[in-house]
């Protein structure tokens, strides 16, 4: 197969808000490293160069994938940036089992996942350990997308808001504006993720004025426009575009339909 080299493609900031569309790939536990490589050329193959021009497509896979994709993409020189889907906030030690910000920057990683509810649910990590690691990437140059959402019962509750203030406040507000504003936030309400009922558009608009509004108490104005909010939960092809659409969301987190490449490429390409 011929190499396309495609390094001059870049995401385009949205001419509504000047921020540049994120659409993320969260494989979860899913593909060995040699199913990374095959799922990974398979949507360089099928992505045209003008999709990199509409948003960054970041893949977050598996640690033990990591090395393998990141070879592929600097020898292949693919425009996907590096992600993975959670990190420890110390740099070294005796924390068996954990992986650093430190590893990760070595492997070339730009954004981390934080937070993510599946992480905070079954692993119980508490919005103090989220706003650890919120740091610990930032401080090893790296972007963290932090997840934040409310999950049914606190919906119904009518406590989406203080759900997302608590979240949010805890995770950014000793942050300095420059460090602020480079956080990348993801709405995730739970009982989007994985159920195949997606949020209405008027719910991800909801969701990401509700971060900024939290932004700009503990900030600044300005600081709340620059950062980046995407939606996630029970994203496809079919929904994508409508998401989109709104000037207020920058992005797609995407879990179940990232994973088989023909269906995150028509997601991207919607
Ligand atoms: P989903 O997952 O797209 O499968 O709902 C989203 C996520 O967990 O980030």
Known sequence: MLKKDRTDFSAKPNPLNGRVRLISGNWKMNHTHLEAIAALQKLSFLLKPSDFNFAEISIHAPFTDIRSLQLLIETDRMPFSLGAQNCFFESRGAFTGEISPVMLARLSVKYVIVGHSERRDLFHETDDDVRRKVLAVLENGMLPILCVGESFAEREAGDRDRVIDRQVATAVAALTPERARSVVFAYEPKWAIGSGLAATLEDAIEGAHAIRGVVERLHDLETAAAVRVQYGGSVTSANAREF???????????????????????????
């Open 244 to 270: 989109l659409t709104a000037s207020e969301v920058d992005g797609l987190l995407v879990g179940g339909a990232s994973l088989d490449p023909d269906s995150f490429a028509r997601v991207i390409q919607a």
